[in-house]
Nanobody, 125 residues
Framework: VQLQACGGGLVQAGGSLRLSCAAS????????MGWFRQAQGKEREFVAG???????YYEDSVKGRFTISRDNAKNTVYLQMNSLNPEDTAVYYC????????????????????WGQGTQVTVSS
């Protein structure tokens, strides 16, 4: 399984970015999937995810600003990020889970088995 994340960059506060995560060796729609981020000096934290059943869920600080979606034909998951603020600055990672149950909304990085390489998002004030 290989995950390729891209779409990061430098944006001003209030701006938007869309991250993409393309998978090979795995059909995203059949597995749990998540976006995480890690700011410098901080632990990796959950941002948004899909359960295997297709339910979407979010970390509280991004609700209403970020939207996770997927294109099954392209086997790609997206993270649309709007109203960005400097606190969103981090390296963003996509990941997929082998073990999460069909309806289970995994939030711990330990519950995800395969990770992309990360893409840097920097929000200037």
């Amino acid at each position: 399984v290989q995950l390729q994340a891209c779409g990061g960059g430098l944006v001003q506060a209030g701006g938007s970015l869309r991250l993409s995560c393309a998978a090979s060796g795995r059909t995203f729609s059949s597995y749990g999937m998540g976006w995480f981020r890690q700011a410098q000096g901080k632990e990796r934290e959950f941002v948004a995810g899909f359960t295997r059943s297709g339910y979407t869920y979010y970390e509280d600080s991004v609700k209403g600003r970020f939207t996770i979606s997927r294109d099954n034909a392209k086997n790609t998951v997206y993270l649309q990020m709007n109203s960005l603020n400097p606190e969103d600055t981090a390296v963003y990672y996509c990941a997929t889970s082998d073990s999460a149950g069909y309806y289970y909304a995994a939030r711990s990085s330990k519950e995800f088995d395969y990770w992309g390489q990360g893409t840097q998002v920097t929000v200037s004030s």
